[in-house]
Each structure stands twice: as C-alpha cells, then as structure tokens.
C-alpha cells in the first residue's frame, strides 16, 4: 500500500461542476502538497498546508490532520482546468515528498 | 515562468551514448531535486541535494551520476543507458526550512527517449 493514496485515478466532468479530489496518507507529514501537471509535463505547485484551509482563486485545498485526510475542490470548473492533480506529503526534518500517483481531471466544454 | 529551467527538454539517445541534463534555478534556494516520471507511475525522488552537499540517493543504478556544482545548478550525467531509463525527468528547487522543506518549483522536465 503507497503512503500516499489519491481519489479518483481519472475524473470527467462538465465545464461548471464544483470538482472533488480526495488524498489520503498513513504518515506523520510536516505538510501536504497540491500540485498541478499539465500536459508536457510542467509541473506547478497550487497549495502547501499543514492545517485548515487554504483558497486561490478557484482552487480550495483542505486538511484534516487527525484522520490524515485533503482534499482538493474547484469552483466553476473550465477547460483549462484539465491537468493531473498529484497530492504530496512532506516529513519533519526531511526534504523528501511522498507523492501519489496523480489525479486526472478532464473538463468537457 | 517558474524560476527554474532545463535543457535539453527533449533528448534522443542511443545504450552507448553519453548525455547530460542541465537544471538551472533562479530562485536563490538552498537545495535541489532530480525526479524520474514513468507512465503510470508516481514521481520517483532519484537525488538530492542540500547546501550542495548530496544528502538523498534513491538507490539509483550507477548509469546515472549527478553534478551539483554551485546552489543554482544541478546536472544528471547519463550513460550506458537501458530503454526502460526512457521516462520524462524532473528538476526542481526549494528552501530548507526548519522541520523540512519549503514549496518545491519544478522545471518543464525533459523527456529522455532511450533507443
């Protein structure tokens, strides 16, 4: 079992839907990572947290720490948005990520 | 623009070739990353470096030797390939912060091709 496990594998919605992506971990982790991959390859990061809650724009990234739990949401999802979703966690003391093996998000018009 | 760049962004080699991947950041952090991408595979961490200083080595086959010359570069040194090496690498950078790592940035990668 990855320590890090993400929901769904694929995801197909309809430009508008309010979007879900789930991310799971069995480990002790100083933050949690949201990152965005186009196709091409480049790779963005969207959210680093360790609590709460965080928003940008459309994006809303949540953590619940006690039952190892995040999840990502997109508002008035577009096109554009069709990317791979990968969640990440940190350690305490460590510069290594964990990561899951991707989310991916296609948006029809 | 994410600060960070590699060259060459896409690479044809054949098992007997010698290459190498070039990572640059302008973002003035402290350590940096090589990342190995599969097809259906989560990233894969192969090397880092801290304060120049290699402090992770993934058990990563000797084929591949990285360079760390200075805090804003970082090289991957290939040779003797196999095609299953064939995978799309990664770079990126970050600030050491207390209790572990800052947001890392990544480069555009570059997609190795092994023949």
């Known amino acids: 079992k990855n320590e890090v496990e993400q929901s769904p594998q694929n995801l197909t919605a309809q430009e508008g839907e309010f979007i879900t992506i789930n991310c799971s971990y069995s480990v002790g982790i100083s933050a949690l990572h949201w990152l965005q991959q186009h196709p091409g390859g480049g790779i963005v990061s969207l959210f680093m947290?360790?609590?709460g809650k965080k928003k940008h724009g459309r994006l809303i990234a949540t953590i619940n720490i006690q039952e190892k739990h995040s999840s990502l949401h997109i508002t008035a999802s577009h096109p554009r948005d069709s990317a791979v979703y990968i969640c990440a966690v940190g350690r305490f003391g460590n510069e290594k990520l964990t990561f899951g093996t991707g989310t991916r998000l296609t948006i029809i018009p | 623009e994410t600060g960070v760049t590699q060259t060459p962004r896409h690479l044809v080699m054949g098992m007997t070739n010698k290459k190498s991947l070039k990572c640059e950041q302008h973002?003035?952090?402290?350590?940096m990353y090589w990342y190995k991408q599969s097809a259906k595979k989560p990233l894969e961490l192969m090397f880092v470096?801290?304060?120049?200083?290699?402090?992770e080595n993934n058990s990563v086959p000797s084929r591949f030797s990285p360079e760390c010359p200075n805090s804003s570069h970082l090289f991957l040194h290939l040779h003797t390939l196999q095609p299953e090496d064939s995978a799309l690498y990664l770079c990126?950078?970050?600030?050491?912060?207390?209790?572990?790592?800052?947001?890392?940035?990544f480069g555009p990668g570059t997609r190795l091709t092994v023949l």
């Open positions: 947290l360790s609590s």
């Open positions: 973002l003035g952090h402290n350590a």
């Open positions: 470096y801290s304060l120049e200083e290699r402090v």
């Open positions: 990126a950078s970050s600030q050491m912060v207390a209790g572990g790592t800052d947001t890392q940035y």
